[in-house]
């Protein structure tokens, strides 16, 4: 079962690493967490089974934490905006610094 917060997750990663899946899964993963297909639905239309569209919508949610834990891009972005919106808050230079020293 698909959670909110899980989906509103795993599509933010997916749009930082999609390009590294494959048409197929892009397919997948867009079918069920874009347009709300159903496994069986995907399955369907692919002419494959179920459990073949289980396993690689799991693959890539697998892959998609597993480039998050190691390259951070995500959170990185969303650290750079709170940084970029304090300092129009408070235009502090030093939070300009700040932004600098994380693309070092």
Known sequence: ????EKAELLNELFLAYKELFTDKQVEYFNMYYEYDYSYQEIADQF?????AVYDQLKKVEDSLYLYEE????????????????KYLE????????EIKRMDE
């Open 90 to 97: 408070t235009n502090d230079k030093e939070i300009l610094n």
């Open 47 to 51: 002419g494959i089974s179920r459990n």
């Open 70 to 85: 190691k390259l951070a891009l995500v959170s990185l972005r969303k650290k750079r905006i709170e940084l970029i919106n």
């Open 1 to 4: 079962m698909k959670t909110l």
